[in-house]
């Protein structure tokens, strides 16, 4: 099989991890082992694409630290394609499939009621060649920023001295996480960056190969897993796609925060989902949303936004004003752009990167052939690591026509199973967005409200609160009912074989107070509990896609 470091893309699994503030080691993960573990790893964003026994894997990687301490390792089955991605889309991609939240308000309060402007509820519920030592390194090739090495052993114990003597940590537990793979026959793809290589160059790897089910190895993730980490995954595909051997939840949305929008809902709404999944056993997956309408050309980063600041850029014929109008984009990733710089024209010792910003600061550290030299060199960087990457990850997409957002989230000791999926084409989609209805009455001087579900809760119609006094404003009110609501099995065909389904009462919420909730459950206050890396409201503001500057 022909390896190049840019090969065509067909799948994607996204992975990423992020870092705990304050740590001062080196923090590098994209599931499963990193260099100087123990490591919290806060979350994983998966995506699947699956043609037949197709899959392919696109994997981003986040990473704080050394560039030298980076390292990275994943099992594989056979031997992958390889080739990396843009964090472009990533961004794009959780932004545009997000559930939203809307809650329709019907009728007003009593007037007496309207001095109070965040009125919170505080209320009462009712309801290549041998690697010695039994190891055999299958190939060694440069991918993108990345040295890889592709082994493979018989050996669990073995193939753990190998990966810990090459620099790959793996902890007490290498060993014992190791093995089920290398039992399974699986491959290990092992990675590092390239001498010339910092951490601003590091890029998704995307990997293809094949296997019967899209399956996510979690239980190499146990050597590195926060308390109740988010797992995100997409799967592209021709039907609905479905957890295996996981249940699939539906969780109860009478806890949610419908009441500050649609952003705090989302918030909520991860809190929510991991108190589910603790109800239903840890392991099993909820789907923000299943269908055949999303557009990618719509939603996801664009290649012509990089080609276009491209020829913008080249027009600029000072060398020095080419640089600084580069460093000072906001087109280009600026981890990426910075990476570049301090490859191809690195700066005096002890010089500050603000130099790149200033054209007469640039003049002044560089000579006109310096600067001339390394112009030629940034774009040629530009174009092989920033825009090819994109449309990689690009193509993952092409002719795709199901999409499936799944969530969970996973402690350490809840994985124990890898997560297998596959596509169920009997199944009906869920929409992305999730509605309710207020409704809001003075009657004798006194507000009363109440709370129906409505479209993609899969409670339409629905009344699930009544409440008395100021309805909630900002938090949510404090709801005695359990979090999960339906959990089943779901196969390859046929409808889902129910193993839990609960009624509740409709919730009888008393009294209202301008101090706030008692917001004690997860999934109910401004930000709800658990959630994992992505429900932590670390949400980009600004830039969500490719931005065009204003010229």
Not at 250 to 268: E, I
Not at 276 to 296: L, V
Not at 429 to 439: D, S
Request: net charge negative.
């Amino acid at each position: 099989m022909n390896r190049k470091s840019s090969l065509p893309v067909v799948l994607s699994f996204t992975m990423f991890a992020m870092s705990l503030s304050g740590v001062s080691r080196a923090i590098a993960c994209g599931g499963f082992f990193c260099q100087l573990v123990p490591i919290d790893q806060a979350g994983e964003q998966i995506v699947f694409r699956v043609d037949g026994n197709d899959v392919t894997a696109m994997v981003l990687i986040q990473y704080v630290g050394d560039a030298q301490d980076f390292s990275w390792v994943v099992p594989v089955p056979g031997i992958p394609e390889l080739s990396v991605g843009s964090d472009a889309v990533f961004t794009a991609l959780e932004s545009s499939t997000r559930p939203q939240f809307v809650l329709e308000t019907i009728g007003q309060r009593c007037p007496s009621d309207e001095d109070v402007f965040f009125g919170g509820n505080s209320s009462d519920s009712a309801e290549d060649g041998a690697g010695g030592d039994g190891v055999n390194v299958v190939e060694r090739l440069a991918v993108g920023p990345f040295d890889v090495e592709i082994v493979s052993s018989d050996d669990a114990a073995a193939l753990t001295t190998w990966l810990n003597s090459n620099g790959y940590d793996l902890t007490d537990r290498g060993e014992e996480l190791i093995e089920p793979y290398v039992t399974e026959g699986m491959n290990f793809v092992a990675l590092k960056l390239q001498q010339n290589q910092g951490v601003g160059d590091i890029e998704p790897l995307i990997m293809k190969y094949q296997t019967e089910n899209a399956t996510i190895p979690i239980r190499l993730t146990a050597v590195a897993a926060q308390e109740d980490m988010g797992v995100l995954v997409w799967l592209l595909g021709q039907a609905r796609a479905v957890p295996l051997n996981y249940l699939h939840v539906t969780p109860n949305y009478t806890r949610l925060n419908w009441y500050s929008g649609t952003f705090n809902a989302y918030a909520s709404y991860q809190g929510l989902i991991t108190a589910a999944m603790d109800e239903a056993g840890g392991q099993g997956f909820a789907t923000d949303y299943a269908g055949a309408d999303y557009d990618a050309d719509a939603s996801l980063p664009l290649v012509a936004s990089y080609t276009d600041e491209l020829v913008f850029l080249a027009n600029i014929d000072d060398d020095a004003e080419f640089i600084a109008d580069l460093s000072n984009t906001f087109v280009f990733p600026q981890d990426k752009v910075l990476a570049i710089l301090g490859r191809e024209l690195p700066l005096p010792d002890g010089e500050d990167v603000f130099i790149y910003n200033v054209p007469e600061l640039l003049n002044e550290s560089f000579t006109e052939e310096e600067l001339a030299d390394a112009r030629a060199k940034i774009i040629v960087q530009i174009n092989e690591t920033i825009v090819t990457p994109l449309e990689e990850a690009l193509a993952v997409f092409d002719g795709m026509p199901y999409m499936t957002r799944m969530y969970t989230t996973l402690s350490a000791d809840e994985m124990t199973l890898d997560p297998s999926f596959s596509f169920n084409p009997d199944l009906d989609g869920q929409p992305l967005i999730r509605q309710a209805t207020m409704n809001v009455d003075c009657n004798f001087g006194a507000t009363s409200w109440t709370l129906t579900l409505g479209e993609g809760t899969d409670r339409n119609g629905e009344l699930v609160i009544n409440g008395s006094g100021d309805p909630p404003g900002f938090s949510a009110p404090t709801i005695d009912q359990e979090s999960m609501w339906r959990s089943e099995r779901v196969d390859t065909s046929g409808p889902p074989e129910v193993e839990t389904l609960r009624t509740f009462g409709v919730a009888r919420v008393i009294g209202a107070d301008s101090g706030g909730s008692d917001n004690t459950a997860c999934g109910v206050g401004l930000f709800g509990c658990g959630g994992g890396a992505v429900g932590t409201l670390v949400i980009t503001m600004f830039g969500l896609g490719l931005l065009k500057r204003r010229r």
